[in-house]
């Protein structure tokens, strides 16, 4: 169950912050290739919609990372600030950039799970979609 709430954070030096009014407290992790060169590993995100404020743009760039979404970081230390859909400007935003209790967060879904390579897991059971169908459901 998707509960909205308001979460505040920031990148890893200050030089950003920012509030997340609707933010779904359902995990979502992503195993595209595109994602684990950009984290390192999956990206785990929550889903933040359009109603997020940044504070210290000036220190945020932006990369176009896909005919879809685009990427943005702090252009000061390098912290992940969000993925954003080109189309509805829809946001997730990097889990450990949150501050505060994270007890209402639940590891809910996992996407491009056929690319997830086979030297990690998670024990978490949660709801898995393939690249085809994350390209039918929010691409297509």
């Given amino acids: 169950m998707t509960h ?5 954070g920031q990148c890893l030096c200050g ?9 779904n407290t359902n995990l979502n992790a992503c195993h595209c290739d595109m994602c684990r060169r950009w ?5 785990m995100a929550l889903s ?3 109603e997020v404020d940044f504070d210290g743009e000036e220190n945020i760039a932006v990369f176009d990372s896909s005919e879809w ?5 702090c252009k000061q230390c390098g912290s992940h600030l969000f993925y954003r859909l080109k189309d509805t400007a829809e946001m997730e935003i990097p889990v450990g950039l949150f501050e505060g209790n994270t007890d209402d967060l639940k590891f809910e879904l996992q996407v491009f799970i056929d690319h997830k390579p086979d030297y990690y897991s998670f024990a978490n059971q949660t ?7 994350v390209i039918e459901k929010y691409v297509l």
Avoid at 4 to 8: G, N
Avoid at 15 to 23: M, Y
């Fill in 4 to 8: 909205p709430a308001s979460k505040t």
């Fill in 15 to 23: 030089a950003v912050t920012f509030t997340a009014t609707n933010v």
């Fill in 39 to 43: 984290s390192g590993g999956p990206f």
């Fill in 48 to 50: 933040c919609g359009r």
């Fill in 69 to 73: 979404a685009e990427r943005g970081f």
């Fill in 127 to 133: 709801e898995t979609m393939t690249e085809q169908q």
